[in-house]
């Protein structure tokens, strides 16, 4: 049977091609052969190793002690001793006895009482005095006094402060807050007014209405009239 080939899948048709290469590559070899450079190996004298003993001496400095110096022996004993007669006499003084006789009266002066006046603050915060102020026409406890008396001045203000003012002055709408301080006196009379507000003449119109409340029965401190600081706010709507 005959074996059909391919004209292309015969290797006989490349011999030539592959023996051109293996010459070139056979070129190349031989050429970087010659063209590679070699040197002699020399090794060199290194000479007499030196080592030099200064670098590791160490230098020790030694002080000198002196000797302690030698003190000199304390003098002989006398061989006699001489006895020396004081001359002086010693006056022997006589301690008399502290103790007191049972029988002896004794004298004292006469004793003073002396009072000490305890010092009282003369202000006294409204939110720890011990007696409130009482405003007129207010009656009960302690509680009911304090609660009668800060009822009594709001309904004062609302009903003596003018309003109105605060639309005639152009402020803006909203709530507008005035903060009124003042003392209830020793006698009960309201002093020391201080207003903060917006506007000036709303300070001058919650002073004007705080000075025209009544006058009260001072507040009390351990029992004693003192003055009584008070802070109000005042607080209202401009539409």
């Excluded at 007499?48 to 230098?59: G, H, K, R, W």
């Excluded at 061989?79 to 022997?92: G, H, L, S, T």
């Excluded at 405003?135 to 003596?160: A, F, M, W």
């Excluded at 004007?208 to 029992?223: A, N």
Aim: glycine share 4%; aromatic share 4%; net charge negative.
């Amino acid at each position: 049977m005959q074996v059909k080939k391919s004209s292309k899948a015969n290797l006989e048709n490349y011999s030539k091609l592959f023996m051109q290469l293996g010459l070139v590559l056979a070129l190349l070899v031989v050429y970087l052969a010659i063209e590679k450079k070699t040197y002699d190996r020399v090794i060199a004298d290194l000479g007499p190793a030196s080592y030099n003993m200064q670098d590791d001496e160490q230098v020790i400095e030694i002080e000198q002690i002196k000797p302690p110096e030698q003190q000199a022996p304390p003098p002989p004993a006398p061989d006699v001793i001489k006895v020396v007669e004081d001359e002086k006499q010693v006056e022997e003084t006589i301690i008399e006895s502290t103790e007191s006789d049972e029988k002896q009266a004794v004298k004292v002066d006469r004793i003073k009482d002396v009072r000490v006046e305890e010092d009282v603050i003369e202000d006294v915060p409204f939110a720890i005095i011990e007696d409130v102020p009482v405003y007129p026409g207010c009656k009960g406890n302690k509680d009911q006094l304090r609660e009668c008396l800060q009822e009594s001045i709001t309904k004062h203000v609302s009903r003596k402060f003018n309003s109105e003012l605060a639309s005639d002055l152009g402020l803006a709408p909203g709530v507008k807050r005035i903060i009124v301080m003042f003392k209830i006196d020793k006698n009960g009379d309201i002093t020391d007014i201080q207003a903060r507000a917006p506007h000036k003449r709303l300070e001058d119109e919650a002073i004007r209405v705080v000075s025209s409340l009544p006058k009260m029965t001072p507040g009390k401190q351990r029992g004693r009239a003192v003055g009584v600081k008070y802070s109000l706010p005042i607080a209202f709507k401009v539409e």
